[in-house]
């Protein structure tokens, strides 16, 4: 390891939906101590549990010793209070993709955290800037963008805000590689690498259902076919949750107003009516829980 790796040693992580549960995995599995606050006891419990099932899957396929499986369990805390942050050199939060709710949680770990504690955003698309200035220390505010599911994805952006220091960015990167990620350094611009480029193809798959090109099972196994992708769009979609995806179009439609990212007219009407994907059981398609 190197000396700035060895600063994080204690990661929080706030949010327990899918991404922040991913984040727990992938975080206890490298060896960090994590903290996951949710602002339910209840939920922070679910996401541990959840963790709990899929290392004792990964126990009977032979991927994970016993006791790799308990020294991980035993690093994980979860917990309601804020407050139980205080002790964390790295803070990295997901939850919903709303700049308002982001703004003000900032502010607040600003307030329970260590002056020298790097705070962090899973955002798919918010300015950094606007999480960082938020703060008082603003040089130690960076972008860590995971994907879904984050145990899985080997890609990490680490996204850097006008205001961010070199160390915070170096400490993010290797706290990445850390993770086993591979990890690339992003502008903070809407959507970053991956986000931006996706997007207006997820939602023009949208667009041609709406327009009876074909149906979305023939749309996606065109993609899946004849760009060798290992899901079609509208399978994506629901996996990344259809309320996050219209988030992601908005804040790329708010910064660069390229008709490609204006959300289509569909999605909105299957947030509005609580098709979210697979998070509520049903999306483009059904799922059975
Ligand atoms: N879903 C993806 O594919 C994906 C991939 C990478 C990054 N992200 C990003 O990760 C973050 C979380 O996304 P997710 O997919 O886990 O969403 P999710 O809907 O599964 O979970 C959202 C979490 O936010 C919490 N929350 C909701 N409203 C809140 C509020 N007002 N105050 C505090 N917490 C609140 C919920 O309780 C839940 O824990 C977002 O910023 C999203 O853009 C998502």
């Known amino acids: ?41 209840a939920h922070a419990d679910g996401a541990v549990a959840a963790f709990e099932r899929s290392l004792a899957r990964q126990v009977d ?12 369990l035993t690093r994980v805390t979860a917990t309601s209070v804020l407050t139980d942050l205080a002790d964390c050199d790295l803070v990295i939060e997901s939850v919903v993709e709303d700049l308002a709710v982001k703004k003000h949680l900032f502010a607040e770990l600003d307030r329970v955290c260590r002056p020298e504690a790097i705070l962090a955003t899973n955002t798919s698309t918010l300015p950094v800037i606007e999480m960082a200035v938020e703060t008082g220390r603003p040089d130690r505010v960076c972008g860590i963008h995971f994907f879904n599911p984050a145990p899985m994805m080997a890609l990490v952006e680490v996204v850097r805000p006008l205001t961010a220091s070199a160390d915070t960015i170096a400490t993010a990167l290797t706290f990445a590689t850390d993770c086993g990620k591979q990890a690339v350094e992003v502008a903070d611009r809407a959507g970053f690498v991956v986000n931006a480029l996706l997007f207006p193809y997820l939602n023009n798959a949208v667009r041609m259902w709406e327009q009876g090109t074909a149906s979305m099972e023939d749309i996606d196994t065109a993609m899946k076919g004849g760009c060798n992708f290992p899901m079609g769009p509208f399978a994506l979609l629901d996996l990344v949750g259809l309320d996050t995806s219209l988030a992601i ?13 204006a959300p289509v007219p569909t999605l909105r009407r299957m947030v509005a009516g609580g098709r979210l994907g697979r998070k509520s059981g049903r999306g483009f398609y059904e799922y059975h829980r």
């Open 249 to 261: 179009l908005e804040a790329l439609y708010d910064e660069f107003r390229d008709p490609n990212y």
């Open 61 to 72: 396929k032979g991927k994970l010793t016993d006791d790799e499986r308990t020294a991980a």
């Open 1 to 41: 390891m190197t000396a700035v790796s060895t600063t994080v040693k204690r990661v929080g992580v706030v949010g327990s939906g899918i991404m922040g549960s991913g984040l727990v995995e992938v975080a206890a599995k490298a060896g960090f101590e994590v903290v996951l606050r949710s602002r339910e006891q």
